[in-house]
């Protein structure tokens, strides 16, 4: 098994269906993931990284192969878990730096209204 990373300018959802059809056409593929913020694509199996760049560059001319080798399965799963605790990681400080900033300076004070009824029918006297 062999993954094959290439960079390609892929711009709307119409754009990133053609680019995989053109690479599904290919033989020995078993994976094809596309990253359109990032600009790549990665291609996973049995295949001929040069069939699929000159099928890429026909109709995509930005497209330039990034990187090309054996593909690990378990490999590829550590990463993917390290990039996953790394991110939480991540979101968990931004969480507690924006709680952080939005933390009340001085405590607040609750300042109570009593109210208290006259009997004698002379009004109310709000202290």
Same mark, same amino acid.
């Given at each position: 098994?062999?993954?094959?990373? &290439?960079?390609?300018? @892929? ?11 053109? @690479? ?18 990665? &291609? ?9 760049? $000159? ?10 192969? @990034? ?17 996953? $605790? ?29 109210? &208290? ?11």
């Amino acid at each position: 098994m062999k993954k094959m990373v &290439v960079t390609i300018c @892929v711009y709307d959802e119409g754009s990133r269906e053609k680019v995989m059809r053109t @690479v599904a056409s290919c033989s020995g593929i078993t994976a094809i993931t596309i990253d359109p913020m990032e600009g790549k694509l990665t &291609v996973i199996g049995k295949l001929d990284e040069m069939q699929i760049l $000159k099928k890429l560059k026909r109709r995509w001319h930005s497209a330039k192969m @990034v990187s090309f080798g054996p593909f690990d399965a378990k490999k590829e799963a550590e990463a993917a878990a390290a990039a996953e $605790k790394k991110k939480k990681e991540e979101s968990e400080r931004e969480r507690e730096r924006m709680e952080a900033l939005y933390r009340p300076i001085c405590p607040i004070h609750h300042h109570h209204s009593t109210i &208290v009824y006259d009997h004698d029918h002379h009004g109310c006297i709000i202290s």
